[in-house]
């Protein structure tokens, strides 16, 4: 399909969910076909060990518009959509989980919201959810801690149904699990205009969930993480510097003091005379002395690091379906 005439690309990663791909993919084009929308649909197959591929490459055979590529093992949701991201040609790019928990029905809506109300990104918002309480509850936690923390009024940062305009995925990138994080990466990037959409949530089909209780840590772990990198990236000695400077100052001005203070008993030959060595404060002193030039240093070879140029994540890819040309 030309580029030029391509309005949108639904992108699904995928991994070991063999059975809910082929009804998952008769939904998708029943819903665009019906909306007479220029599509294609793309699909990230996260190493699979399960008959994805597969499954995926006999839909391509009997639909030009199914491209795909398949990475050599399982690296993650987030270079799943980063893999997708790079590789999208929509104007308008949809996300759907592949589990059928999220209902193609609400394309053209989201879609919608891009064109009508311009808006930069259009997260889902799943209002009645068919996960666990084990699930919901550390979810709702994190949200709303992202909420707080971005000024982004949503309540559902890790819905998987969201759209964005092309400007937004070929801005941003991924790694590690910041896929939970994209409203947030997204406006530091530029992208102010949000919004959210009430969608449908269906209970799982097919399959087993991938949740597990490590996300209660990583979760929190990789919010610290993105707003360290999004904020400081670019300048890492505004973050390092500032810490080194506190440190190197805290540890200066004890320093002076204990020493001055020395100075003074001797002086005036005043009683209670100790040796500077056998005060504890003299050591915590010299110990942030030598974190606050740590500091600094880190400070400057992030900056070199910066000026060296970014580095690009690659991904060992073995097969790949459809050209995009």
Same mark, same amino acid.
């Given at each position: 399909m030309p580029e030029n005439k391509l309005s949108l690309t639904v992108l699904i990663p995928v991994f070991n969910e063999d059975e809910s791909l082929p009804e998952l993919y008769s939904w998708v084009k029943s819903v665009v076909l019906k909306n007479n929308i220029s599509h294609e649909i793309l699909f990230i197959d996260d190493?699979?060990?399960? $008959?994805?591929?597969?499954?995926?490459?006999?839909?391509?055979?009997?639909?030009?518009?199914?491209?795909?590529?398949?990475?050599t093992r399982n690296y993650g949701k987030s270079?799943?959509?980063?893999?997708?991201?790079?590789?999208?040609?929509?104007?308008?790019? +949809?996300?759907?989980?592949?589990?059928?928990?999220?209902?193609?029905?609400?394309?053209? !809506?989201?879609?919608?919201?891009?064109?009508?109300?311009?808006?930069?990104?259009?997260?889902?918002?799943?209002?009645?959810?068919?996960?666990?309480?084990?699930?919901?509850?550390?979810?709702?936690?994190?949200?709303? +801690?992202?909420?707080?923390?971005?000024?982004?009024?949503?309540?559902?940062?890790?819905?998987?149904?969201?759209?964005?305009?092309?400007?937004?995925? $070929?801005?941003?990138?991924?790694?590690?699990?910041?896929?939970?994080?994209?409203?947030?990466?997204?406006?530091?990037?530029?992208?102010?205009?949000i919004g959210e959409k009430v969608v449908e949530h269906r209970a799982r089909k097919y399959g087993t969930t991938k949740f597990g209780f490590r996300r209660y840590l990583t979760g929190f772990l990789d919010l610290l993480s993105v707003i360290f990198v999004t904020r400081f990236r670019k300048n890492p000695m505004h973050f390092f510097g500032a810490l080194g400077t506190l440190s190197f100052l805290f540890g200066f001005f004890v320093t002076v003091w204990i020493i001055g203070e020395k100075v003074y008993r001797l002086y005036y030959?005043?009683?209670?005379?100790?040796? +500077?060595?056998?005060?504890?404060?003299?050591?915590? !002193?010299? +110990?942030?002395?030598?974190?606050?030039?740590?500091?600094?240093?880190?400070?400057?070879?992030?900056?070199?690091?910066?000026?060296?140029?970014?580095?690009?994540?690659?991904?060992?890819?073995?097969?790949?379906i459809g050209d995009e040309s």
């Open positions: 190493g699979s060990d399960d $008959k994805s591929w597969q499954v995926i490459e006999d839909l391509s055979a009997s639909d030009a518009s199914v491209r795909a590529y398949r990475f270079s799943a959509l980063q893999m997708g991201f790079q590789n999208a040609i929509g104007d308008i790019v +949809v996300t759907l989980d592949a589990d059928l928990q999220d209902s193609p029905d609400e394309i053209p !809506a989201l879609m919608k919201m891009i064109n009508d109300e311009n808006y930069h990104l259009v997260s889902g918002w799943k209002k009645k959810r068919h996960d666990p309480l084990e699930k919901r509850i550390p979810s709702k936690f994190f949200n709303g +801690v992202t909420s707080k923390v971005s000024g982004i009024k949503l309540h559902d940062f890790n819905c998987g149904l969201k759209a964005y305009k092309r400007q937004v995925v $070929k801005s941003i990138t991924l790694y590690g699990e910041m896929h939970r994080y994209i409203p947030l990466l997204a406006k530091w990037n530029g992208f102010n205009r030959q005043l009683p209670h005379l100790r040796d +500077v060595v056998e005060q504890p404060l003299f050591y915590l !002193a010299l +110990v942030a002395l030598i974190v606050g030039v740590q500091l600094f240093l880190a400070g400057f070879l992030g900056e070199m690091v910066m000026m060296s140029g970014s580095n690009k994540t690659d991904f060992l890819i073995s097969d790949q």
